[in-house]
């Protein structure tokens, strides 16, 4: 290689040479001299990878000024001056000391300069020139990211491209062939080819089959100079796989299979699998199965396991070995993604015979219906037939059945039933309105395995009988308003039976006979299940009597009739002209309504006792202090003492007996007095007992009210304060007519006294009053008006 570096270097210095010569006619040549050029430099080119002992020769400088007598200095400066190159100061001469390699360093900047080896000036300016590394073929292709991986459709056609490949060369490729690169294929025929210039690889023999050969390992080779001999080369790998797809069709092993599958088998469990083969890979390997004839549809159904691709075949409906003994079941494998363009391929499905036997094996009992419903009336005496239950063997053995009640869920037994017929019986009387059904479990099991049971829910309703007596609904509290009206309707009542009416419940209602007529309330048989209160007076008051009894007889519809007393309570409260109840709050539930319970009742009375006892404590601690006996002039004050003592009103007739006053005729002879002690009274009664008052018929009042007025200055037993009296007696023979209208004839009003409902609680009575009496006279209202406010 290196000999051939020299040899090429050496042919291009003879082309040189010939080229400044000449050769004449009588065979001598003559040599061209080059007209002396100026200081100006360009470049010098030096071969890469230098093999030898000696230094290479690259350029020589030349000053015009240089004489050749040696009075000119050369200096050479710049990159790798000095190291990499050298230059005789003498003449000019530039030499490499090493072997450069362009594909690291393609160029070096250098400068030359001349000067007077005597005086040291320059002679010639500084120039700049470059030495440029000319390239040799010296780097063999490369692929920088080999070896490749490739994938391809199988089934593919000639030409279909697989995968392009890409080699570098660092040699120049501005200079000559040396990073001309051609591709070959070395291995991997006949099955792909590659484009010499391209590298790309493609198929070259048609329908490769990924069932036969899935991998193949291709390799690839580039060389530079134009693939001529000589050139370096450098080669890679590439993996290529052939993908699959769908070119397969399902098949199954066999034809015709068997299977056993017992009769107790459940239903909805797998009872066997079948499998086609493929031969292809993920989707393309998905097979749906089915069963496509009617008698094996109708008791097995399949599905395809989407791990195994097996078909699972499941039982439908129950077997029995005593009515079928064996199924034939016609199974096709189809693939559920099939391209288009393998269609002539054949259809991609297929079929096989699957023959199952059923087994025969030793049943429980079947009852004859899956659940029973019977029924027996309420107070049936004990042991009152109910139904029966029948159950068989269905082996072919018909062993005898018995039965049995399953008493673990129910601890009550109102049944039992006869171990041989199945009869059930009752065991304790029934009621209707405790318990309206009873669900219990009959069990039934074979005298040859008792170890085989059955079980079957019978449902027992009991049917109702008239034996509870209708009574009347206490919902709600039956309110009395004081202004009621004859006739007005207090409430409307209704009733409630326990009993169970197929035709809904029919209800009457009365008094009870044999007893007075109530003079307050009536009652009113409605027709419809319902009875209205009537009242029988006008205007019932509060605090004369607050609660009413009423007792009511209800007679339902039943067969027989039955009855029932119920009393109601009626309360009597003030009502709006409206109905609506104003206030009616009982006493004794006061503490009820407000939601206290015992022990809060309890903790609140305990704390009053606490309290007053704290209280009694701190009063006693007070007199039992000391007071002082004399009293400083600083501590006078006034002692007001409040008295809490409030009259007893209008209805306060103990406290002065003014009766004297209001009918002086029906003054009695003698009174004692209230405001003195009884023995005090009597005393003075007895001392004053020959003034007897005058007949007061025939005396002024003004009179009688002076005597008492002297007898009360003179008494000296009565009370060290005043005492107001007040008499309200208008006197007798007044020429003037009374005010009142009472005593007057009425006369018709057409003033409207609804207003007074607007005028607060204080007019309400007034209101209630002229609400219902519109005769009274409009100047009985004016007054009471006047009375009121």
């Given at each position: 290689?290196?000999?051939?570096?020299?040899?090429?270097?050496?042919?291009?210095?003879?082309?040189?040479?010939?080229?400044?010569?000449?050769?004449?006619?009588?065979?001598?040549?003559?040599?061209?001299?080059?007209?002396?050029?100026?200081?100006?430099?360009?470049?010098?080119?030096?071969?890469?990878?230098?093999?030898?002992?000696?230094?290479?020769?690259?350029?020589?400088?030349?000053?015009?000024?240089?004489?050749?007598?040696?009075?000119?200095?050369?200096?050479?400066?710049?990159?790798?001056?000095?190291?990499?190159?050298?230059?005789?100061?003498?003449?000019?001469?530039?030499?490499?000391?090493?072997?450069?390699?362009?594909?690291?360093?393609?160029?070096?900047?250098?400068?030359?300069q001349a000067f007077d080896r005597n005086t040291e000036k320059p002679l010639e300016p500084k120039s700049e020139f470059i030495i440029k590394v000319q390239d040799i073929n010296d780097n063999a292709p490369t692929f920088p990211?080999?070896?490749?991986?490739?994938?391809?459709?199988?089934?593919?056609?000639?030409?279909?491209?697989?995968?392009q490949v890409t080699a570098t060369d660092a040699d120049d490729p501005t200079y000559g062939n040396s990073a001309r690169v051609v591709y070959s294929i070395l291995q991997g025929q006949p099955y792909f080819s590659v484009d010499p210039k391209t590298g790309v690889i493609r198929?070259?023999?048609?329908?490769?089959?990924?069932?036969?050969?899935?991998?193949?390992?291709?390799?690839i080779q580039a060389k530079d100079m134009a693939g001529s001999v000589g050139g370096l080369s450098g080669s890679t790998t590439i993996n290529i796989t052939l993908t699959d797809v769908n070119d397969n069709p399902p098949k199954f092993p066999q034809k015709n299979y068997q299977l056993y599958v017992p009769e107790s088998a459940q239903v909805g469990k797998p009872v066997g699998k079948i499998k086609a083969n493929d031969e292809d890979l993920g989707i393309n390997a998905e097979i749906k199965y089915s069963i496509i004839n009617s008698e094996g549809a109708a008791m097995f159904s399949i599905n395809t396991d989407r791990d195994t691709r097996e078909g699972i075949i499941s039982l439908k409906k129950p077997l029995n070995y005593e009515r079928k003994k064996t199924y034939t079941l016609q199974i096709e494998g189809v693939n559920t993604h099939v391209e288009p363009i393998f269609s002539y391929l054949g259809p991609f499905k297929?079929?096989?015979?699957?023959?199952?036997?059923?087994?025969?094996?030793?049943?429980?009992?079947?009852?004859?219906?899956?659940y029973y419903i019977m029924d027996v009336y309420e107070n049936a005496r004990i042991g009152r037939e109910v139904g029966a239950v029948t159950a068989r063997d269905p082996d072919s053995k018909n062993s005898h059945v018995r039965y049995f009640i399953d008493h673990s869920e129910h601890s009550d037994k109102y049944f039992n039933i006869d171990m041989d017929s199945g009869v059930i019986k009752t065991t304790q009387s029934l009621d209707r309105e405790e318990m309206p059904w009873h669900n219990i479990t009959v069990i039934a099991?074979?005298?040859?395995?008792?170890?085989?049971?059955?079980?079957?829910?019978?449902?027992?309703?009991?049917?109702?009988?008239?034996?509870?007596?209708?009574?009347?609904?206490?919902?709600?509290?039956?309110?009395?308003?004081?202004?009621?009206?004859?006739?007005?309707?207090?409430?409307?009542?209704?009733?409630?039976?326990?009993?169970?009416?197929?035709?809904g419940q029919r209800f009457s209602f009365s008094l009870p006979s044999g007893i007075p007529v109530n003079p307050n309330f009536t009652l009113k048989d409605n027709k419809d299940n319902t009875a209205s209160i009537i009242t029988r007076r006008r205007q019932f008051n509060r605090l004369v009597q607050e609660l009413y009894e009423l007792p009511i007889v209800v007679w339902d519809g039943g067969e027989p009739a039955l009855s029932g007393t119920s009393t109601l309570t009626l309360r009597v409260c003030p009502c709006q002209r409206n109905g609506r109840v104003q206030t009616c709050q009982d006493e004794r539930g006061l503490l009820s309504s407000a939601g206290l319970s015992t022990g809060a009742l309890i903790a609140i009375l305990l704390c009053i006792v606490i309290l007053l006892a704290i209280v009694v404590l701190f009063i006693t601690l007070r007199r039992s202090k000391k007071e002082p006996l004399i009293i400083s002039e600083e501590d006078v004050r006034e002692n007001v003492v409040t008295y809490d003592d409030e009259g007893g009103g209008e209805e306060d007739t103990e406290a002065f007996d003014i009766i004297t006053l209001r009918n002086p005729a029906a003054a009695e002879e003698f009174k004692f007095r209230r405001d003195i002690r009884p023995e005090a009274a009597r005393q003075h009664g007895q001392n004053r007992g020959h003034h007897s008052p005058p007949e007061l018929n025939?005396?002024?009042?003004?009179?009688?009210?002076?005597?008492?007025?002297?007898?009360?200055?003179?008494?000296?037993?009565?009370?060290?304060?005043?005492s107001l009296q007040t008499y309200a007696y208008e006197g007798q023979m007044s020429p003037t007519g009374s005010i009142s209208s009472l005593d007057s004839p009425g006369t018709h009003s057409e003033q409207d006294y609804n207003y007074l409902d607007d005028w607060g609680p204080e007019f309400q009575k007034l209101a209630e009053l002229y609400g219902e009496d519109t005769d009274v006279a409009e100047s009985d209202v004016a007054v009471a008006v006047t009375v009121a406010t």
């Open positions: 290689y290196s000999t051939w570096i020299i040899r090429t270097h050496w042919a291009l210095l003879y082309m040189t040479i010939a080229k400044n010569q000449t050769k004449l006619a009588n065979g001598e040549t003559e040599v061209h001299h080059r007209p002396k050029r100026g200081w100006i430099w360009n470049q010098f080119f030096v071969l890469e990878e230098h093999i030898g002992p000696d230094t290479q020769y690259v350029g020589k400088l030349h000053s015009n000024s240089d004489k050749g007598d040696g009075s000119v200095r050369y200096i050479l400066s710049g990159e790798g001056a000095g190291s990499i190159f050298i230059i005789n100061e003498v003449t000019g001469d530039i030499h490499a000391t090493e072997s450069l390699d362009r594909e690291r360093k393609a160029h070096y900047v250098l400068h030359a990211d080999g070896p490749f991986v490739a994938a391809v459709p199988e089934m593919s056609g000639v030409g279909t491209s697989v995968y198929t070259a023999l048609a329908n490769m089959d990924r069932e036969a050969r899935e991998h193949y390992a291709v390799v297929d079929t096989a015979t699957l023959k199952i036997t059923v087994g025969d094996v030793d049943e429980p009992p079947v009852f004859s219906m899956d099991s074979e005298v040859d395995n008792p170890s085989l049971l059955s079980h079957v829910p019978v449902t027992v309703q009991v049917l109702d009988v008239n034996d509870n007596p209708p009574e009347i609904n206490k919902d709600n509290e039956v309110i009395v308003c004081e202004s009621s009206r004859p006739g007005q309707v207090i409430q409307t009542m209704t009733a409630v039976d326990k009993d169970d009416f197929a035709n025939q005396v002024d009042v003004q009179e009688f009210i002076k005597q008492r007025l002297v007898e009360a200055d003179m008494d000296t037993n009565g009370p060290p304060y005043d």
